[in-house]
């Protein structure tokens, strides 16, 4: 073990017959040195994580560090387990960080993000003890082993245990947008771009035109003195929340005492599970998450573009699962009658989420 381990890590030596494992080596190119102990508050989390159930930690608490507790654990079993993470650079990272401290141990770690879809890297980092990825990849690899024709061309294993990080954002936010392989397209998406590419202009420009207003409440705010949240801070956190790339923003953060104000509005609307947050994004019209690289229209947002002329009706997928049941549980409809309808249920949602998705696509690529 410890002479394979030898040949994929760089950082183990063996001498005389006995393998050297020093505790520093390279993360995404750069040198670390493991130095860390787990707090009794982080063995805790491992045993949350273990039994199934949310662990909420916040930002530094060292979320990184406990999985690798119930990992090493639920990798024992030699059946696999999965850390699920938010994208590519966060897998790869955590594979390069806490790898070397589990194969120490004995276990085999790889990532998903590696290889290619189908290829044989990628069904072989399937059989490692434990297994990193983003949700994306996961999730995909599960639809194309359902698509297969042969049990051989399966990558994924029967699933054990996993651990999501950010799991709201996973399992709530992101899921609102189905994952979908779709068959060739006579068609290029091409016109779904030129019809909502006037829209989406109009909508990022006006919300340009609301982030110069909110910047100037808050520097009219924070001359008077009130740097508080509540006041000069919530209209900073806006213009963040909403156009984070404005210019005469980020020239005015670079003033000094400027960012701090900001950091002090963002931590106060985010406490009680950002329970105070709707009061910031009430007149936004969209909202960019540069964390999770996503953009999520508000419902002003919505409004606006039904204002512009679009149905509102297209920002409403349906419960896929319960249009087909009652369709199924039709006694009136003959089976072919039944297909025909389940046919043109999935055609209009694949409609609705290749709009949709374009529309994702405009607007990140505009702000």
Same mark, same amino acid.
């Given at each position: 073990w410890d002479y394979e381990m030898a040949r994929k890590y760089g950082h183990i030596r063996i001498e005389n017959g006995l393998a050297i494992w020093p505790n520093v080596w390279k993360v995404r190119g750069h040198e670390l040195e493991w130095n860390m102990v787990h707090y009794d508050v982080q063995l805790?989390?491992?045993i949350v994580l273990h039994e199934g159930k949310i662990a909420e930690m916040a930002t530094g608490e060292g979320k990184t560090l406990v999985a690798t507790l119930p990992a090493y654990l639920n990798g024992l079993t030699g059946l696999g387990m999965h850390i699920v993470t938010v994208n590519d650079y966060l897998a790869k990272r955590d594979t390069e960080w806490?790898?070397? #401290?589990?194969? &120490?141990?004995g276990l085999r770690v790889d990532? %998903?993000?590696?290889?290619?879809?189908h290829s044989e890297g990628r069904k072989q980092a399937y059989q490692a003890d434990i297994t990193y990825g983003t949700n994306n990849e996961f999730g995909f690899d599960y639809l194309r082993d359902?698509?297969?024709?042969?049990?051989?061309? %399966?990558?994924?294993?029967?699933?054990?245990?996993? %651990?999501?990080?950010?799991?709201?954002?996973? #399992?709530?936010?992101e899921a609102r947008t189905p994952l979908i392989i779709s068959g060739p397209v006579q068609h290029?998406?091409?016109? #779904?771009?030129?019809? &909502?590419?006037? #829209? %989406?202009e109009r909508l990022v420009n006006e919300q340009r035109r609301l982030s110069q207003e909110f910047l100037h409440r808050a520097k009219k705010l924070i001359a008077e003195g009130k740097t508080k949240p509540e006041d000069g801070g919530k209209w900073l956190l806006r213009i963040?929340?909403?156009?984070?790339?404005?210019?005469? &923003?980020?020239k005015y953060l670079a003033e000094p005492g400027i960012m701090p104000i900001l950091e002090k509005a963002e931590a106060f609307y985010l406490q009680d599970n950002a329970r105070k947050m709707p009061e910031v994004d009430e007149d936004l019209l969209f909202?960019?998450?540069e964390k999770n690289h996503s953009v999520e229209l508000t419902d002003k947002g919505i409004e606006r573009i039904a204002q512009y002329g679009e149905d509102p009706a297209l920002f409403t997928v349906p419960d896929l699962a319960s249009v087909l049941s009652v369709i199924d549980g039709d006694a009136t409809l003959s089976p072919a009658e039944k297909a025909e309808k389940k046919e043109a249920v999935y055609r209009s949602y694949a409609e609705k989420a290749e709009k949709l998705h374009a529309l994702q696509q405009l607007l990140r690529a505009y702000v």
């Amino acid at each position: 073990w410890d002479y394979e381990m030898a040949r994929k890590y760089g950082h183990i030596r063996i001498e005389n017959g006995l393998a050297i494992w020093p505790n520093v080596w390279k993360v995404r190119g750069h040198e670390l040195e493991w130095n860390m102990v787990h707090y009794d508050v982080q063995l805790m989390g491992g045993i949350v994580l273990h039994e199934g159930k949310i662990a909420e930690m916040a930002t530094g608490e060292g979320k990184t560090l406990v999985a690798t507790l119930p990992a090493y654990l639920n990798g024992l079993t030699g059946l696999g387990m999965h850390i699920v993470t938010v994208n590519d650079y966060l897998a790869k990272r955590d594979t390069e960080w806490n790898g070397p #401290l589990l194969a &120490f141990h004995g276990l085999r770690v790889d990532c %998903i993000d590696y290889y290619e879809p189908h290829s044989e890297g990628r069904k072989q980092a399937y059989q490692a003890d434990i297994t990193y990825g983003t949700n994306n990849e996961f999730g995909f690899d599960y639809l194309r082993d359902n698509m297969v024709t042969s049990p051989d061309q %399966i990558v994924q294993r029967e699933h054990h245990y996993a %651990i999501v990080d950010e799991v709201d954002s996973v #399992l709530i936010d992101e899921a609102r947008t189905p994952l979908i392989i779709s068959g060739p397209v006579q068609h290029s998406d091409d016109h #779904l771009y030129r019809q &909502f590419k006037p #829209l %989406i202009e109009r909508l990022v420009n006006e919300q340009r035109r609301l982030s110069q207003e909110f910047l100037h409440r808050a520097k009219k705010l924070i001359a008077e003195g009130k740097t508080k949240p509540e006041d000069g801070g919530k209209w900073l956190l806006r213009i963040h929340r909403t156009t984070p790339k404005y210019r005469p &923003f980020l020239k005015y953060l670079a003033e000094p005492g400027i960012m701090p104000i900001l950091e002090k509005a963002e931590a106060f609307y985010l406490q009680d599970n950002a329970r105070k947050m709707p009061e910031v994004d009430e007149d936004l019209l969209f909202v960019v998450d540069e964390k999770n690289h996503s953009v999520e229209l508000t419902d002003k947002g919505i409004e606006r573009i039904a204002q512009y002329g679009e149905d509102p009706a297209l920002f409403t997928v349906p419960d896929l699962a319960s249009v087909l049941s009652v369709i199924d549980g039709d006694a009136t409809l003959s089976p072919a009658e039944k297909a025909e309808k389940k046919e043109a249920v999935y055609r209009s949602y694949a409609e609705k989420a290749e709009k949709l998705h374009a529309l994702q696509q405009l607007l990140r690529a505009y702000v």
